[in-house]
């Protein structure tokens, strides 16, 4: 993906609101910093939009109560910040703001107030706050533009969340009217990508319909989508706002806000959302949307004209390509041969471990089981609390991984089979004493591109090994004896293959799609006195069932053997 040609220019000593002054040091403290829009910034301040100028300082809760007004001042004195990027809020899904409207406007009104005046009281030269389109009124013509802000009451659902919000601009306004402070604030519209809140009663709509097919995948359940699926929003890629958030830092001298969004054509419903994702995870379930449910404010689309005024070639991430890119990806291999097919794919190269630790928070090892002891004692020296490691070595226990790192490390372990090749793989995985649900969530995320995924004790590990990892070959000897049955019975060799392979996916296919147990799919094909149940019968004589579950025994207990269990 190209960002477009919008250009990040150096700092330039042209007026209070540019980012810096001669001799001056430039730091930039960003709130907020481990949520969503944050870790977004993060990473393209890291990618080379950061500039050896700049000192960038990005916050959380754990850092300081933004509540509190003497802790706010404290975390100001302390940074000393000279522009700052406000991103810290009380912030829900649709049905945590409507069950919560005090609390998300007293809490939020806290913050807002706390950080505008700590960064007037220690001298910072510029702020940028987020606002929301659900500031804007709910009764309203479209499409809605910076303008209209506080032209009526915003939608009943949020209007704690929206009034708090709405308040930065009142704020900005009156720093600017009475004490000539450059605060602005840009109102982006929905927000998706990497380090979301995937929780379902408190995310938002991609990551909240995310966690839900995965869910339905597992259970073999219906996906429920709350509401009718009608409402209309514009989806922005988290990536992409936070190099618009950069550009503004630097280059918006205005005080009245402005609008960062896609076209108002690239607005979706609910529904075509929650088919993109449903199509993107694989899902083949029913799919119903329980109107008992509110739908909020039916639409807020927004034009972005204010902001093509100024960038009008940016490129933004189209709605269903919102992924990691490749340029995103850094690949760690000895030799140049190890690494061409990443770089043909795009991918950033490198010959050092630690390049990629120092560079990547989601690191999968994926080397050979004698090489993987090595590899960690090289990169145990730089591995943080942020990091996230995954081992796809066959046979190395969580235990022995989490003996190679540093005590804290959050550790998983990914057991693939082949046809992940084809996007249709079965994984397994299990996780550390230290890795959570969120990052077990976002692991199974990423790797359901790659087919099916499950979380499951490490005991299990083995097992999966014996049943999918060597299944595959198992299948196989199965579709080639399905197909050399028919050669005997005159039908061509290439023709008898193609047939056979076909079966297998189409049966596989009704299994998943039904959810039916396999002993009920094939009384169904069977008919009294009819084909099936004979060549049934000719397969029990062979020993068919009790050959395949001791090929699974044999397979799982020589996994075991190599793993010294």
């Not at 960064?119 to 706050?129: L, N």
């Not at 308040?167 to 604030?185: E, K, L, P, S, W």
């Not at 004698?370 to 490691?389: F, R």
Request: proline share 5%; charged share 20%.
């Amino acid at each position: 993906m190209e960002w477009g040609s919008v250009c990040l220019p150096p700092l330039a000593p042209t007026g209070a609101a540019n980012m810096s002054e001669p001799g001056g040091s430039v730091r930039i403290l960003v709130t907020g910093g481990s949520g969503l829009v944050g870790r977004a910034i993060q990473e393209v301040v890291a990618d080379g939009a950061g500039l050896p100028a700049e000192d960038w300082v990005f916050v959380s809760s754990k850092d300081a109560d933004l509540t509190d007004a003497a802790q706010t001042r404290a975390l100001f004195e302390k940074v000393r910040p000279t522009h700052v990027i406000h991103l810290a809020a009380m912030v829900g899904g649709l049905f945590r703001n409507i069950k919560y409207n005090l609390d998300f406007w007293r809490k939020n009104v806290h913050i807002n107030d706390n950080v505008l005046h700590s960064a007037f009281e220690v001298g910072v030269r510029k702020v940028v706050s987020c606002l929301s389109t659900c500031i804007f009124p709910d009764k309203t013509t479209y499409p809605i533009d910076e303008t209209m802000i506080h032209n009526g009451p915003p939608h009943s659902s949020n209007f704690g969340y929206s009034y708090a919000k709405r308040m930065i601009d009142v704020q900005n306004r009156a720093y600017f009217q009475q004490h000539g402070c450059t605060f602005t604030a840009v109102i982006p519209t929905n927000v998706f990508g990497p380090h979301d809140n995937f929780n379902i009663e408190d995310g938002h709509v991609l990551p909240g319909l995310i966690h839900k097919v995965h869910l339905a995948k597992s259970s073999g359940s219906a996906l429920t989508v709350w509401g009718t699926g009608k409402p209309r929003r514009q989806f922005i890629y988290s990536l992409d706002l936070a190099r618009l958030f950069i550009w503004v830092l630097r280059e918006y001298n205005e005080v009245e806000p402005i609008i960062l969004s896609v076209g108002e054509e690239d607005e979706v419903s609910i529904q075509e959302a929650a088919e993109a994702v449903v199509e993107a995870m694989d899902f083949h379930g029913e799919v119903t949307f329980d109107t008992t449910k509110s739908d909020g404010q039916f639409k807020k689309t927004a034009s972005n004209g204010k902001l093509r005024t100024y960038l009008p070639d940016f490129q933004f991430t189209p709605f269903k390509q919102g992924k990691v890119e490749a340029q995103h990806v850094l690949a760690s291999a000895p030799t140049d041969s190890n690494l061409s097919h990443f770089q043909a794919l795009g991918c950033r190269t490198t010959h050092s471990n630690q390049e990629v630790l120092q560079n990547c928070f989601l690191v999968f090892f994926a080397t050979k089981p004698h090489v993987l002891p090595a590899v960690l004692a090289e990169v145990a020296p730089v591995v943080t609390a942020e990091h996230i490691l995954v081992s796809v070595a066959a046979g190395v226990s969580l235990s022995t991984l989490e003996e190679l790192l540093p005590p804290t490390a959050r550790v998983l372990r990914v057991s693939p089979n082949l046809p992940c090749m084809v996007q249709e793989g079965a994984m397994v995985m299990a996780r550390g004493r230290h890795a959570g649900s969120s990052e077990a969530k976002l692991l199974q995320t990423l790797l359901e591109a790659c087919g099916q995924c499950e979380e499951v004790p490490e005991a299990h590990v083995d097992i999966h090994t014996g049943l999918s990892g060597s299944g595959v070959a198992f299948v196989c000897a199965f579709s080639e004896a399905l197909a050399e049955g028919a050669i005997k019975m005159g039908m061509p060799g290439g023709l008898a293959h193609r047939i056979a392979a076909q079966t297998l996916l189409g049966t596989a296919k009704m299994l998943q799609q039904k959810g039916q147990h396999p002993a009920q799919l094939r009384t169904d094909v069977c008919t009294p006195g009819g084909t099936t149940i004979y060549g049934l019968h000719a397969l029990e004589q062979g020993g068919l069932r009790a050959a395949t579950m001791s090929a699974v025994e044999a397979a799982t207990c020589r996994a075991r053997e190599l793993s010294g269990k």
